[in-house]
C-alpha cells in the first residue's frame, strides 16, 4: 500500500454496483452502529 494515499475504513466498502449488487466485500450495514470520521482532502 501507498502511504501517499489517504484510506479510512469506510474506502474499503465496495462502490461499483455490479460488485455490491452480488454482495462482495466489506457490507456497510453491518457497521452502522461505527461512527466514521469526515473526510478530509
Do not use: C
Not at 2 to 26: C, M, Q, Y
Not at 34 to 39: E, G, I, L, V
Request: glycine fraction near 4%.
Amino acid at each position: 500500500m501507498d502511504p501517499a494515499i489517504k484510506l479510512d475504513f469506510d474506502s474499503f466498502f465496495a462502490t461499483n454496483p455490479e460488485v455490491a449488487k452480488r454482495g462482495i466485500g466489506l457490507q456497510p450495514d453491518a457497521f452502522k452502529d461505527y461512527r466514521f470520521r469526515p473526510k478530509t482532502k
